[in-house]
């Protein structure tokens, strides 16, 4: 990925624990590293294949400034945040935030921290056998559609499935969304937690029905034995409610672990059903 570097910008701003430097303000040394594509502008001197720094640091110095922050932490997340939201173009960024006028009783150069945001492309299955299933889906998908930090690029189509696990229930309605979003992955199965308990998830019976049921199927290429979030979902190759409408909207996807692609799983799992 090719690289912008915006280095040592100086801004006056009122962040910091203290009354004094809310009131009196201070200076701050700004750095910007940006992830994008350079190529196509350096190729058609287009500058909108690029990002315009002028503005970019207008842009910069207004976020700045919108609030007063205790922390510089929250000063450099935020413009991290602005960074992406306005800039679709950019992938990641990472703000290095210097506060040279520290108040504390040491000489030093200076104090910095650095926060990196990126976006990420994750696959969140959906389903439910409670109710009105139809519309339990909808919903969950209009309460992640609404939410600032995703956007939803695809949506498979709804299919109706046996369910898995624990047999005497309903059928299932089942489906699978791709979505891009700059939450870490922690943050997003937080927020998917949310929603179902907004749309009265119940958690009695494993695998027992459910008016709705939230899974993150993979997120980028990671793998992960975190016991919050395990990557990617270790039964999906397993389940023909996932693969079926992941294969639908992604079927060259590969999976980072068995290295076979989504339309492989599917034909297996099919031919020793």
């Given at each position: 990925?090719?690289?912008?570097?915006?280095?040592?910008?100086?801004?006056?701003?009122?962040?910091?624990?203290?009354?004094?430097?809310?009131?009196?303000?201070?200076?701050?040394?700004?750095?910007?590293?940006?992830?994008?594509?350079?190529?196509?502008?350096?190729?058609?001197?287009?500058?909108?294949?690029?990002?315009?720094?002028?503005?970019?640091?207008?842009?910069?110095?207004?976020?700045?400034?919108?609030?007063?922050?205790?922390?510089?932490?929250?000063?450099?997340?935020?413009?991290?945040?602005?960074?992406?939201?306005?800039?679709k173009i950019i992938e990641g960024v990472k703000v290095f935030l210097?506060?040279?006028?520290?108040?504390?009783?040491?000489?030093?150069?200076?104090?910095?921290?650095?926060?990196?945001?990126?976006?990420?492309?994750?696959?969140?299955?959906?389903?439910?056998?409670?109710?009105?299933?139809?519309?339990?889906?909808?919903?969950?998908?209009?309460?992640?559609?609404?939410?600032?930090?995703?956007?939803?690029?695809?949506?498979?189509?709804?299919?109706?499935?046996?369910?898995?696990?624990?047999?005497?229930?309903?059928?299932?309605?089942?489906?699978?969304?791709?979505?891009?979003?700059?939450?870490?992955?922690?943050?997003?199965?937080?927020?998917?937690?949310?929603?179902?308990?907004?749309?009265?998830?119940?958690?009695?019976?494993?695998?027992?029905?459910?008016?709705?049921?939230?899974?993150?199927?993979?997120?980028?290429?990671?793998?992960?034995?975190?016991?919050?979030?395990?990557?990617?979902?270790?039964?999906?190759?397993?389940?023909?409610?996932?693969?079926?409408?992941?294969?639908?909207?992604?079927?060259?996807?590969?999976?980072?672990?068995?290295?076979?692609?989504?339309?492989?799983?599917?034909?297996?799992?099919?031919?020793?059903?």
């Amino acid at each position: 990925m090719d690289k912008m570097y915006i280095r040592n910008m100086e801004l006056f701003g009122f962040h910091g624990v203290f009354e004094e430097e809310k009131k009196l303000g201070q200076k701050f040394i700004l750095s910007l590293e940006l992830d994008l594509n350079l190529k196509l502008a350096g190729k058609s001197g287009d500058l909108t294949k690029s990002v315009h720094y002028g503005e970019l640091c207008e842009l910069v110095e207004k976020e700045f400034n919108r609030e007063k922050y205790d922390l510089i932490e929250t000063a450099a997340l935020k413009m991290a945040e602005c960074i992406l939201k306005e800039y679709k173009i950019i992938e990641g960024v990472k703000v290095f935030l210097k506060k040279p006028w520290a108040p504390i009783k040491k000489h030093l150069d200076t104090i910095e921290i650095m926060i990196e945001k990126k976006r990420h492309k994750a696959y969140i299955g959906l389903g439910s056998n409670i109710g009105d299933k139809e519309k339990y889906l909808n919903e969950a998908i209009n309460k992640i559609s609404n939410e600032e930090s995703i956007e939803v690029l695809k949506k498979s189509s709804f299919i109706t499935t046996k369910p898995w696990g624990y047999l005497e229930q309903e059928d299932f309605l089942n489906s699978v969304i791709e979505i891009e979003t700059t939450l870490e992955v922690e943050e997003l199965m937080d927020l998917l937690l949310e929603f179902e308990a907004e749309l009265d998830r119940k958690r009695t019976i494993k695998w027992g029905p459910r008016t709705i049921d939230l899974d993150i199927i993979m997120y980028d290429e990671i793998i992960s034995s975190n016991e919050k979030v395990v990557l990617p979902h270790p039964r999906m190759h397993q389940r023909e409610f996932v693969l079926k409408p992941l294969n639908e909207i992604a079927p060259y996807l590969m999976h980072p672990v068995l290295h076979k692609r989504i339309f492989t799983l599917l034909e297996e799992l099919t031919l020793n059903n």
